[in-house]
């Protein structure tokens, strides 16, 4: 591996399309809201086709963070000759992270999020970790409780054969955080191997059943905390897991929106609140307002009578968050131009 000298900032990998970039945006403000200011961060965005307009609206969002910058890394002349397999909502980005080792050379960790999350803590206490004896660092994924309840068998077998195959099956990670060992992974296996190791087979749950299998045995599970996600068949789980389970629900330091997303749906979930916190404050909450609209999910009436009816019955955030802030930035907010 080459000599080269180690940077001192946090590196916070995403990956988008102009598409994701409104949410990925919402991620990113929870994240600088909640750092701490002794250290310096950078957000690397991974992409193909994020426009001028995107970029610089993002520029804008992270000056008001004197500690965080932001870089756009175009990866169209690594992957364009590769065909990928992508299904249902996944698209071709979320193969990206897997060129952190080639890209971020000069960090020996590099931390990746998915734009679908909040994050309720300050990122660097993830990035401390100490994972040098690992290629990364995960939490398990929702599969395993299926795993456990053995009542899933047929959706086992389609889906998450992988998971199947692992020496140590309730060791599936989910993808969506991962704290990447930037030189273990350069130690271990090419850019070049990774890829094609990618491409050669209809991967069910694509590349996060390439990680799974290449770090079996190699990743450090962190608790759910780190990755507190919406698990049907919990219940299954053997006793720690769920303990540990119930306690991140309640205290979580990152939110996956991974079943239900708080733009795309007719009612109230969990956390539904927190994600709107930060939206209101990004120069995107119009067009995810807008395409919410388009969808039929809402109006702007609907939309403030179905907050302040929920948000009452919740802790953290109260009435006069709502009424002050989310609902004078949904009706103060510049029309997106059609």
């Known amino acids: 591996m080459d000599n ?3 940077k001192s900032d946090i590196p916070i990998v995403f990956a988008a399309n102009n598409y994701y970039v409104p949410y990925m945006a919402t991620m990113i403000q929870s994240v600088m809201e909640t750092a701490g200011h002794e250290k310096q961060y950078v957000f690397y965005i991974l992409h193909q086709e994020i426009d001028d307009n995107n970029m610089e609206l993002l520029k804008k969002q992270i000056s008001n963070f004197h500690q965080f910058s932001i870089k756009f890394i175009n990866v169209s002349s690594y992957i364009s000759k590769y065909n990928l397999y992508v299904s249902r909502h996944i698209t071709v980005e979320s193969y990206f992270r897997l060129l952190i080792p080639e890209l971020l050379p000069e960090y020996k960790k590099a931390v990746y999020l998915d734009g679908d999350m909040i ?17 990364l660092a995960s939490v398990r994924d929702t599969a395993v409780a299926l795993y456990y309840s053995k009542k899933e068998e047929n959706y086992l077998k389609s889906r998450h054969q ?12 989910n993808g969506g955080m991962c704290l990447f060992n930037i030189e273990l ?3 271990t296996i090419s850019t070049k191997e990774l890829i094609e190791l990618a491409a050669s087979r209809q991967w069910p749950v694509h590349d996060q059943d390439v990680l799974n299998y290449l770090a079996d ?5 962190l608790p759910y905390h ?10 299954y789980l053997p006793k720690h897991l769920f303990d540990n389970y119930c306690d991140a629900k309640n205290n979580p330091k990152i939110i996956h929106f991974n079943a239900v997303k708080p733009w795309n749906c007719y009612t109230y979930i969990t956390n539904f609140e927190l994600f709107w916190k930060h939206a209101t404050r990004t120069p995107f909450s119009g067009a995810v307002i807008d395409r919410m609209k388009l969808k039929g999910f809402t109006s702007d009436k609907s939309l403030k009578d179905m907050v302040i009816s929920n948000i009452i019955k919740r802790n953290g955030i109260g009435i006069r968050f ?6 004078k930035a949904w009706l103060s907010r510049k029309k997106t131009k059609k």
Request: net charge negative; with cysteine.
């Open 4 to 6: 080269i000298m180690e």
């Open 162 to 173: 992988i998971l199947l195959k692992l020496k140590n099956p309730d060791e599936y990670f």
């Open 217 to 221: 045995s190699k990743v450090l599970l």
């Open 185 to 187: 992974f350069r130690n």
């Open 119 to 135: 994050c309720c803590t300050d990122i660097a206490e993830l990035f401390n970790i100490n994972i040098e004896k690992y290629l």
């Open 226 to 235: 780190w990755n507190c996600m919406t698990m049907p068949l919990a219940e």
């Open 322 to 327: 709502i009424l002050f802030d989310c609902i």
